[in-house]
């Protein structure tokens, strides 16, 4: 069986986001996969090590999800390499694929090589957080430099329109095609209605979406 593939890319919540799309998956009866092609914090539960070691498909069955990937520093895991992102595809129903890192800020700017989408992608997800409203765009905004914006400047709607639309969508080349616009964090009526205003500014479809605080740290 082929998988299918989603790569979720930019900043405020796309891991969680990430891990509760995997949850829902396994709930559907699906067998799913998680994999960075950068860096992302070893989960507590499910890691699988790149070697792949002798009974390493028993836990899949029992628990429906893995993530794979080498370890790294600081408790980081990393690409599972080619050879094993290939055998995930061939065996799973569905792979979930974190494409970029972003210092756990809610916003940021992809830089020249980012995201890294893997070629076989069937749909991304670029996530953007909403609680940078009303802050200063350097202290909510990974590489903000990269859009020449004023470090002091307030993070208004247009403005984190302009990030969304300029610092991601307008980087990714063919994959704006296949991408939907997520704004997390909508937490009360206030950021909901900022989030339907915002997405109404883009140029690709989009959704708000918000999860509970336990949901948030997770993984």
């Known amino acids: 069986m082929t998988a299918v593939v989603y790569t979720y890319i930019g900043a405020g919540g796309k891991t969680t986001s990430l891990f509760a799309r995997a949850r829902q998956e396994r709930a559907a009866g699906y067998r799913v996969a998680v994999v960075t092609t ?11 090590p790149t070697a792949l070691p002798e009974g390493w498909q028993d836990s899949w069955r029992c628990d429906g999800i893995i993530v794979v990937g080498q370890e790294g520093a600081d408790g980081k895991i990393t690409w599972p390499g080619d050879s094993v992102y290939r055998h995930l595809c061939a065996t799973a129903d569905i792979v979930l694929v974190e494409g970029d890192g972003s210092r ?26 909403l609680s940078a409203l009303g802050q200063s765009i350097k202290d909510v905004c990974f590489r903000w430099e990269l859009l020449n914006l004023e470090a002091e400047a307030v993070v208004t709607e247009p403005v984190l329109a302009y990030i969304v639309e300029a610092g991601c969508l307008a980087r990714i080349g063919a994959w704006k095609d296949k991408t939907t616009v997520v704004l997390n964090q909508a937490d009360d009526e206030r950021r909901q209605q ?8 883009l140029s690709r479809p989009g959704e708000w979406t918000t999860y509970p605080v336990e949901m948030r740290e997770k993984k």
């Open 194 to 201: 900022a989030g339907k205003r915002i997405l109404n500014a």
């Open 38 to 48: 950068t860096h992302m914090m070893r989960p507590a539960n499910w890691f699988v």
């Open 104 to 129: 756990r800020l809610p916003l940021k700017v992809m830089g020249p090589y980012e995201p890294v989408i893997p070629a076989n992608t069937s749909h991304v997800y670029c996530l953007a957080g």
